[in-house]
């Protein structure tokens, strides 16, 4: 099984390798763009659900990484805030089988996954309408329809709590020298 995955992946470098993107016409990098896009769904949703298994099996744990989200940052070559998403993700599809399915189909996309995910998480019963949204409208609509879902699940004292329970403010100062400030906290206190 691996080996055919590892063989594919073999000669995806290899096509890729002789793409030439800058001699190809508009109308052939559209289609590339679709073809790639389709690929990476396909692999993001494996990839994600390997990450899962990866936490519940806590294999993690071998190479002395402090928790699932640091093995993924340095197994991947990503951000720790990008491992974090991708293995509360994983974690969340473990109790949504469609949305697993059409991730791993290369129906929706990552970003359309923590949507219907953050939602459907709140609400089971809206993982089908908020799949078939995925499927016809933009990231931001199905975001603010994921936040309605979550808003009408979830009672206002309880979404305090939440909030004020998941408050931060983060300080940095970005590549330009520029100074940035991040915060959450309730509607009340800010």
Known sequence: ???????????????SSRIDVEVI???????LVRISEDARRVLDGLRTSAIGRVGTTEAWRVGGSKNSAE?????TGTPIYEAQAVVVLADQ????????????SG???T?????????????PHAEERLLNLAKSSTVRTLRDEASRVIAAATDEVERHKRIHKNRCLKTWTDQDGA????ARMTVANG
């Open 107 to 109: 129906k929706i996309s």
């Open 179 to 182: 100074f940035n400030l991040k």
């Open 1 to 15: 099984m691996f080996d055919e995955l590892k063989n594919i992946v073999t000669q995806l470098r290899d096509v």
């Open 25 to 31: 016409d508009g109308k052939s990098a559209a289609e």
């Open 111 to 123: 970003a359309q996954a923590v949507e219907v995910a953050r939602g459907a998480t709140a609400e």
């Open 71 to 75: 093995w993924v940052a340095l197994h």
């Open 93 to 104: 599809l473990r109790h949504l089988p469609q949305t697993v399915e059409a991730m791993n």
